[in-house]
């Protein structure tokens, strides 16, 4: 946080000093040229001058400081030392030629592995899960992942991405944990577009996981658009919110291509998400991220990825699963599966999860509800999800 007060600092000093470079370079130019320049407007530009270079590589070294000093807490015991057999790392890893950053978390490096996926796509989740997922440390090595365009690994995406880029990543990320920590198989748990990825690399690698665990689940993302888009509609129109009606409305309805993709879904997702965070029956509602975003996990840099990654990732790929619906396309995974729904998840349709595990072929598959949440039920109901993931670990891990 200091750091970023600083660099606010400083960056506003260098606008104030690039005016004033402006002005004052304009104002030398005029003397020059009707040869009137006086040794004291010399001075106060060349000071100018100075002044602005010393602003920038304060910057820029303020910058390189804050990459290199970035961290997860480090897992400790209750007097305070560290846990012996724990890891706490920020790791970036070769993934297809892209360099990846991971989180790794748990009290013992020994306990099974379980791959988070964050939503998305260009979403990063990792402060956010050590925040509202630590106990899953007790029990697993917890992996955070941010995808190729978001967060710490912003700089691995651009315009090119491909739903393939995610898989080819995520099952080289898989490959890579299997070996590092020994073990045949781990755990997925994917939110939102990282429960349809979830699903996908399920699908790829049957034999890389001991189970999918889908939150917040995705089924069919262009019917998930039209389904949320006229929800939006309907409670603009109970509150007599006009103002929201003829904005959807000029946005028309979706699917939405070209560079407005995120503004225009975010009128109705952002509409439903605050709906949802007023409603009583859902417990802890909303994301924290201002919390999330400052924490230690990212650099000034990062700060700016988190945000760049959520607007211009998600412009990027979204439009480009208008066209999966897992009901047809993948209709049958030999993995078991787990969708732990929020009752009150009006983003996610839970009608279409519904569909969709009629017709999946699975060795196990099951819906738990969460009668306390919307979207999230990893964030409402934090307590109960982890207790559930235990439950389903200790049924297929042992």
């Given at each position: 946080?200091?750091?970023?007060?600083?660099?606010?600092?400083?960056?506003?000093?260098?606008?104030?000093?690039?005016?004033?470079?402006?002005?004052?370079?304009?104002?030398?130019?005029?003397?020059?040229?009707?040869?009137?320049?006086?040794?004291?407007?010399?001075?106060?530009?060349?000071?100018?001058?100075?002044?602005?270079?010393?602003?920038?590589?304060?910057?820029?070294?303020?910058?390189?400081?804050?990459?290199?000093?970035?961290?997860?807490?480090?897992?400790?015991?209750?007097?305070?030392?560290?846990?012996?057999?724990?890891?706490?790392?920020?790791?970036?890893?070769?993934?297809?030629?892209?360099?990846?950053?991971?989180?790794?978390?748990?009290?013992?490096?020994?306990?099974?592995?379980?791959?988070?996926?964050?939503?998305?796509?260009?979403?990063?989740?990792?402060?956010?899960?050590?925040?509202?997922?630590?106990?899953?440390?007790?029990?697993?090595?917890?992996?955070?992942?941010?995808?190729?365009?978001?967060?710490?690994?912003?700089?691995?995406?651009?315009?090119?991405?491909?739903?393939?880029?995610?898989?080819?990543?995520?099952?080289?990320?898989?490959?890579?944990?299997?070996?590092?920590?020994?073990?045949?198989?781990?755990?997925?748990?994917?939110?939102?577009w990282g429960s349809a990825l979830a699903v996908f690399l399920a699908s790829k690698s049957p034999d890389y996981y001991h189970a999918v665990i889908g939150t917040g689940q995705m089924v069919d993302f262009l019917e998930t658009e039209n389904l949320d888009y006229d929800k939006a509609i309907e409670i603009a129109t109970e509150k007599g919110d006009n103002d929201k009606i003829n904005k959807l409305k000029e946005n028309g309805r979706p699917p939405y291509y070209g560079s407005d993709v995120t503004w225009k879904s975010a009128e109705y997702l952002n509409y439903l998400s605050s709906y949802m965070n007023s409603n009583p029956k859902i417990q802890n509602s909303g994301y924290q991220t201002f919390r999330d975003i400052f924490s230690s996990e990212y650099s000034i840099l990062d700060k700016i990825n988190y945000l760049r990654g959520i607007v211009n990732t998600f412009n990027y790929v979204y439009p480009q699963l208008y066209d999966i619906d897992l009901r047809t396309d993948y209709s049958k995974i030999n993995v078991p599966i787990y969708f732990f729904l929020g009752r009150h998840d009006i983003n996610a349709p839970i009608s279409l999860v519904e569909n969709y595990l009629n017709v999946l072929e699975a060795p196990h598959k099951e819906i738990i509800w969460f009668e306390n949440s919307g979207h999230s039920p990893w964030i409402n109901e934090s307590d109960r999800f982890v207790r559930e993931l235990i439950s389903i670990s200790k049924q297929r891990y042992s």
């Open positions: 946080m200091i750091q970023v007060i600083i660099f606010l600092g400083l960056l506003i000093c260098m606008i104030f000093l690039i005016v004033a470079e402006i002005v004052w370079g304009m104002h030398w130019l005029l003397k020059k040229r009707n040869k009137t320049i006086s040794s004291k407007s010399q001075v106060r530009l060349k000071r100018n001058t100075m002044l602005l270079i010393v602003t920038i590589i304060l910057m820029g070294g303020l910058m390189i400081y804050s990459q290199l000093t970035v961290s997860t807490p480090k897992i400790k015991d209750e007097n305070g030392n560290v846990m012996e057999n724990s890891i706490a790392t920020l790791e970036s890893v070769d993934l297809n030629a892209r360099s990846e950053w991971i989180s790794i978390r748990g009290q013992n490096k020994n306990n099974p592995v379980l791959l988070f996926l964050a939503g998305g796509p260009g979403g990063s989740q990792m402060a956010a899960v050590r925040h509202e997922l630590s106990e899953l440390e007790k029990h697993f090595v917890v992996v955070v992942w941010d995808q190729p365009g978001s967060g710490k690994s912003y700089s691995a995406g651009n315009e090119n991405l491909t739903v393939n880029t995610y898989i080819e990543d995520g099952l080289a990320l898989t490959e890579y944990l299997r070996n590092r920590f020994n073990h045949e198989k781990i755990y997925l748990v994917g939110e939102s």
